[in-house]
């Protein structure tokens, strides 16, 4: 079965900021927090769930002065807040940058004692990547070629089920470039990507048999799974996950990833992008937020899910994704996807969208040619497999 286990980093400093703010009265002292953040919503959330506030936010770029946020909160500068309310207000700092925050702080006369230093994004970040990697200790550690077997592996039982059951897919992202360019993977890929049509993503993501070695994890069959689409992963191997906030354990996997329909005209396609992006922002906020905030949150993921896909993939002008993860969204005719064809991959024959040099121009622009190695990218990934050394 599978098994996830994550770690949000924004506990850490959460909790820093609560015990440092225990003594403190936030009904008479103010709470200044230094250096804007977008996570400072949901530090906010954190902190009235525990009793206490932040009052102000302060930062040195005028370009964030003025913003408007939740629970009260606008963008200060720096001496205006510090001038008015330095005797009796306390200042955080959570940033990779305090020691110079602290002494124009000390400059502006701010008592020393009244300078609170948390947990950097950075120390968070690490720290819930080390707690992760103690699961992992004893098990054989994996090379790049053998994680993109196991991946290849995956691959083949995805294809076979789709095929099997008459679902619609296809090759996609830096697994259809590598099959283009490589017919195999990316030398430098560690990780494969696969689109369905958003109705055919439903029932694969239903009708995939629970208990296996290849599972489907999701956020509605896994609860701290913190992503807007599925994996397809190996029970067998384990690898640690994440971006900031949020890492988590899993199988090693390949993304399951919908796309659906988009409108015509410029105006309608500015507009659903724009929805789109607000409420993928709004998914990713209750995510990061649903374990730091001790209050009940609203959680609106199905209906984000459904705004998000309302287009029908078959009957749109346009197709594309409808997730802001890790890279922007992209739309292209769908006739680029209106048929499949076959292509090499490793020696095996998957799907692959009938204009996909259209899509790869699109994504990757001149895509034959290799990027420079500075930008090869890779995942922030540990792989091992499921047997200690």
Same mark, same amino acid.
């Given at each position: ?20 703010? @225990? ?77 110079? +925050? ?8 701010? %008592?020393?004692?009244?300078?609170? $230093?948390?947990?950097? @994004? ?24 053998? +994680?993109?077997?196991? +991946? ?7 294809? %076979?089920? #789709? ?31 696969? =689109?369905?049509?958003?109705?055919? =993503?439903? @029932? ?48 090693? &996997? ?5 796309? #659906?329909?988009?409108? %015509? ?11 789109? $992006? ?7 906020? =209750? ?11 609203? %959680? ?39 048929? &499949? ?25 001149? =895509? ?12 922030? $990934? ?8």
């Amino acid at each position: 079965m599978v098994r996830i286990t994550s770690v949000n980093a924004l506990q850490f400093i959460v909790d820093e900021a609560l015990d440092a703010l @225990r003594n403190i009265d936030t009904r008479k002292e103010k709470v200044v927090w230094f250096g804007y953040t977008v996570y400072i919503d949901i530090i906010q959330k954190a902190l009235i769930s525990g009793g206490k506030r932040i009052h102000y936010i302060i930062d040195n770029d005028a370009g964030k002065w003025g913003m408007i946020l939740e629970d009260d909160l606008i963008v200060f500068p720096v001496e205006q807040i510090v001038n008015n309310y330095k005797e009796n207000a306390f200042f955080l700092i959570s940033s990779r940058f305090e020691p110079e +925050m602290r002494r124009q702080l000390s400059g502006l006369g701010v %008592d020393a004692a009244k300078i609170i $230093t948390l947990l950097s @994004r950075e120390e968070s970040d690490a720290m819930a990547h080390d707690l992760l990697l103690k699961q992992t200790a004893g098990l054989k550690r994996m090379e790049l070629r053998e +994680m993109q077997l196991v +991946m290849l592996d995956i691959l083949k039982v995805f294809r %076979d089920f #789709c095929n099997t059951n008459g679902l619609r897919y296809f090759l996609a992202g830096g697994t259809l470039l590598g099959a283009v360019r490589h017919k195999g993977f990316i030398p430098w890929d560690d990780d494969a990507d696969v =689109y369905l049509p958003y109705e055919n =993503y439903l @029932r694969f993501t239903e009708m995939f048999p629970v208990g296996g070695r290849y599972e489907v994890v999701n956020w509605e069959k896994n609860p701290e799974f913190p992503l807007d689409f599925a994996k397809l992963v190996d029970n067998d191997t384990i690898i640690t996950h994440g971006g900031y906030p949020i890492q988590w354990l899993q199988g090693i &996997s390949i993304c399951v990833i919908p796309i #659906c329909g988009y409108p %015509d005209g410029e105006n309608e396609i500015e507009q659903k992008l724009n929805t789109n $992006t607000l409420l993928d922002l709004k998914w990713y906020w =209750y995510q990061n937020a649903k374990t730091v905030v001790l209050s009940e949150l609203q %959680d609106l993921r199905r209906d984000i899910k459904n705004l998000k896909n309302n287009l029908p993939f078959d009957g749109s002008p346009m197709t594309g994704k409808t997730h802001l993860q890790f890279k922007p969204m992209w739309l292209v005719p769908h006739s680029v996807f209106a048929e &499949s064809v076959s292509v090499e991959f490793e020696g095996e024959v998957f799907s692959a969208p009938i204009g996909y040099e259209h899509y790869l121009m699109h994504r990757f622009g001149d =895509y034959m040619q290799l990027p420079p190695e500075n930008e090869r990218r890779k995942h922030p $990934t540990t792989p091992f497999w499921k047997t200690k050394d």
